[in-house]
């Protein structure tokens, strides 16, 4: 079944204290991005990846790092979260094909930073 | 800079069909249109998309209008687990800098 696997599903941290929320998908897919949602903002893309050890900024970047040294996985880092990043955070994937494939997403990881 | 414009939000009545507007003036030739649901707090979930064509699936029926302004997705018999917020955005195959805007939240009522 393609999954894409995100953890934990909810987290409650201090500020800056260091954390990193990982994502994993098995469908062999080429692009991967994080998402933040934020009541009344919609989703909005942190970074993505267009493949191993290819990463770019989406529209809100700062505060946050990731790294994709394999395909299937795509982890969030948090160095040193502020209470600004409480959010409800979702992974997604997709092929990067010569046909359109659709964003496959995670359940969303509910990060409260206090 | 916005690529849609949908409606805030909507009603519809259980067993009738429900039908979303999507607004997208600026499209280009090599976009496609798609619509995605999200209900609750999960991830987002695809729908259907097209290029300019009507298209249909099991879930929706997506309408394109001959300019490719506008669409609308049409679920033809509404349940109440269709209570949602959809999303309407264009994309093409360059596109990895995908946002999505607050959607429509489409609440279905007995």
């Known amino acids: 079944e393609a999954q894409v696997t995100q953890n934990p599903r909810y987290l409650i941290t201090v500020t800056g204290k260091k954390l990193t929320v990982t994502c994993s998908q098995n469908?062999?897919?080429?692009?991967m991005s994080w998402y933040r949602q934020d009541p009344g903002l919609g989703l909005r893309q942190i970074y993505y990846?267009?493949?191993?050890?290819?990463?770019d900024k989406g529209d809100v970047p700062e505060g946050y790092k990731v790294s994709r040294k394999e395909k299937r996985n795509f982890p969030l880092i948090l160095e040193s979260p502020s209470p600004n990043q409480t959010s409800l955070y979702f992974c997604?994937?997709?092929?990067?094909?010569?046909?359109?494939?659709?964003?496959?997403f995670g359940n969303g990881t509910r990060l409260t930073v206090t | 800079d916005a690529k849609t414009t949908q409606p805030t939000s909507m009603d519809c009545a259980e067993g009738r069909a429900a039908n979303l507007p999507c607004n997208h003036s600026?499209?280009?030739?090599?976009?496609?249109v798609y619509w995605y649901r999200q209900i609750h707090s999960q991830g987002p979930q695809y729908i259907i998309h097209g290029l300019k064509n009507n298209e249909t699936n099991e879930m929706a029926s997506l309408i394109i209008t001959e300019d490719r302004k506008s669409s609308t997705l049409i679920l033809p018999h509404a349940t109440l687990r269709d209570t949602a917020v959809y999303y309407c955005?264009?994309?093409?195959?360059?596109?990895?800098?995908?946002?999505f805007g607050a959607g429509t939240t489409v609440t279905v009522r007995a």
């Open positions: 990846s267009m493949n191993v050890e290819v990463t």
């Open positions: 469908m062999n897919h080429e692009y």
């Open positions: 997604a994937t997709r092929g990067i094909p010569d046909i359109i494939s659709p964003l496959h």
């Open positions: 600026t499209i280009s030739g090599n976009e496609y």
């Open positions: 955005i264009v994309s093409n195959s360059n596109d990895y800098k995908l946002s």
